[in-house]
């Protein structure tokens, strides 16, 4: 596989041709043939805004009460599913049957500040910096007992799977990352961008200030949408689709988290001591060793790297794909057949 591919998908067109009865095939999974096949089109396909995960479970992992949804087979190979900012679960809710009909484990945590995850202590700071979500995912692994699995996330869930993949490798198995390597510090944050550059990321300025942190609490689902639109400006979602996300942002915590992530990024905010030592490896840009496949969209408005400036930060086998069709920065949700055979590709790797 060539470092640099471009897969044709459609949003709407189903994990049909011969690279999908290859890939069941190769890896032995009968359920994704019997859903290639057509017989699951329902539970392995775009279903809409109507489509769900079913009852959310909830497990005491470190600092949190972990809210997230699974499917699949319980002795599958596991592959935890990351979201970002302003989206939640729901950005796998087409994704999940599809690795599930396939024989793994799929496993779909909301964020802290997001849908039912909550902290377990009134008095635990609301952090968000970027190694304290990570180090949620550990404690969450840990939690059901899941030594090590398949990571793979997009805009904050792409940063969380980069930092896991870096910093334990011995519990990333493979990883599937949406805009590449996106491991950052605070200082290299201090460096001045061009003018057209800087304008991408104004929603950080905004909330910079107290004004943004008010106007974010009092309009929070104006923003989202705002942001998704945006982010994918040929995503055609109808209002249902978006209000069903939109409810993970009635978390208690939400705004808390969402703001001290983007004032922590520019060091206008401080983090925990007790992750200083987790910062100061990343501020030294490590190399990923474990098997990555890295995916973009051809109509993403996000602000995002060039893919030829990290391409080298990834020492394992390592492809790039670009998704085409009109698909924006909420990747797993516009293309999720795309997104999966990622995960199946990447396990083969």
């Not at 902290?119 to 952090?127: E, I, P, Q």
């Not at 051809?298 to 698909?327: E, Q, T, W």
Request: hydrophobic residues 40%.
């Amino acid at each position: 596989m060539s470092n640099q591919e471009e897969i044709n998908s459609s949003r709407r067109s189903f994990f049909g041709g011969a690279a999908m009865t290859i890939a069941a095939a190769h890896f032995c999974m009968p359920g994704l043939a019997k859903a290639q096949s057509g017989e699951k089109s329902q539970s392995a396909g775009r279903r809409g805004a109507s489509a769900t995960f079913g009852p959310i479970k909830q497990i005491e992992a470190g600092v949190l009460n972990v809210g997230y949804a699974e499917a699949g087979p319980v002795n599958g190979p596991p592959v935890i599913l990351l979201h970002g900012w302003p989206y939640d679960i729901h950005s796998y809710v087409d994704v999940a049957p599809l690795l599930a009909s396939a024989g793994y484990r799929v496993i779909v945590p909301y964020v802290r500040g997001y849908g039912t995850t909550r902290f377990l202590s009134s008095g635990t700071f609301r952090n968000g910096q970027p190694s304290a979500i990570a180090v949620d995912t550990i404690a969450l692994m840990d939690a059901l007992k899941i030594e090590k699995a398949i990571i793979a996330g997009f805009d904050w869930g792409a940063r969380t799977a980069n930092i896991i993949a870096a910093l334990w490798p011995e519990r990333c198995k493979a990883m599937v990352s949406v805009s590449g390597y996106l491991i950052g510090s605070q200082e290299s944050a201090r460096m001045p961008l061009p003018p057209k550059n800087e304008l991408e990321w104004w929603y950080q300025y905004y909330f910079a200030t107290e004004r943004g942190r008010a106007g974010y609490e009092k309009y929070t689902h104006d923003f989202a949408k705002l942001i998704w639109q945006i982010a994918s400006p040929k995503w055609k979602f109808d209002n249902a689709t978006f209000e069903r996300t939109a409810a993970s942002f009635d978390n208690p915590d939400h705004v808390s988290i969402v703001i001290h992530n983007y004032r922590w990024r520019l060091g206008l905010a401080e983090g925990e001591p007790k992750y200083d030592d987790l910062e100061k490896r990343l501020a030294a840009f490590p190399v990923i060793t474990v098997p990555t496949v890295t995916l973009q969209g051809d109509a993403d408005g996000a602000p995002r790297p060039d893919p030829s400036s990290y391409a080298k930060k990834f020492s394992g086998k390592y492809s790039h794909r670009l998704i085409k069709g009109g698909i924006g920065h909420n990747l797993p949700q516009e293309a999720p057949q795309a997104f999966a055979k990622a995960v199946l590709d990447v396990d083969g790797y």
